[in-house]
């Protein structure tokens, strides 16, 4: 089975630039979350989809990030304008309904200069 | 504030010694715990996890874990390095049915010959 997939595994913009990361969860995962990590700090919980709906979405830093899963499929997370502090590592999960193993993405790096 | 703690950034074994990583988290309530490692360019993968049961749980690659519920602990544990072993691991909680998770900062685990 084809693993969760990640678009691009490399993002470099300038701060003010918009940007755009995708994520290909497992097919038939309904379950889809972005995490974060930041230069050696810990990975970040950003948001939850199940299916279409966002289930949690405490862990957005702000306004200028943008999720969405249109259709329950894939998703995208816009950063819109970059902040230099928005430079980190992206990372997108799935799993099915009802719990069970999450499995990860390789990242997104997005560097913001 | 629910966290979790790994402490040293980097350890550094010997080839064929024990490889001690240390997890600790804060909350009066148990929660489910994992480890997960880092290779290279690729995403996280689960090594172990506990939810219930017995509080010492075997992963994969030989590694293992033991829950210590007195000590808030749930450090990591090798017999013998190998090679191989050299990534980045990271201990996560959950509290939340596995739909949030909270990771600890990372322990870069390099091996010498």
């Known amino acids: 089975e084809a693993g969760v997939t990640q678009f691009p595994s490399h993002s470099v913009i300038e701060k003010g630039q918009t940007v755009t990361l995708r994520c290909d969860p497992i097919s038939g995962h309904d379950n889809l979350y972005w995490y974060r990590r930041v230069m050696g700090k810990e990975i970040k919980f950003l948001l939850h989809?199940?299916?279409?709906?966002?289930?949690?979405e405490s862990g957005m830093p702000n306004n200028r990030f943008l999720a969405e899963r249109t259709g329950g499929t894939y998703s995208t997370l816009k950063v819109q304008p970059a902040e230099l502090e928005d430079s980190g590592v992206y990372f997108c999960?799935?799993?099915?309904?009802?719990?069970?193993?999450?499995?990860f993405g390789s990242g997104t790096r997005l560097t913001v200069v | 504030a629910q966290s979790v703690t790994q402490l040293g950034s980097h350890v550094s074994v010997s080839e064929g010694a024990l490889v001690l990583l240390r997890c600790n988290y804060s909350s009066s309530v148990p929660p489910y715990l994992f480890w997960y490692v880092q290779y290279p360019n690729q995403g996280l993968q689960l090594l172990l996890k506990?939810?219930?049961?017995?509080?010492l749980v075997k992963g994969i690659n030989g590694f293992e874990a033991e829950f210590k519920k007195s000590e808030t602990s749930f450090h990591l544990t090798k017999p013998s390095a190998h090679m191989s072993d050299a990534a980045e691991y990271f201990c996560a909680v959950s509290w939340s049915n596995f739909n949030k998770f909270y990771f600890g900062s990372g322990t870069k685990l390099n091996v010498k010959p």
């Open positions: 989809f199940v299916k279409e709906s966002k289930q949690d």
């Open positions: 999960a799935s799993s099915q309904l009802g719990g069970g193993d999450y499995t």
């Open positions: 506990y939810t219930t049961g017995a509080t």
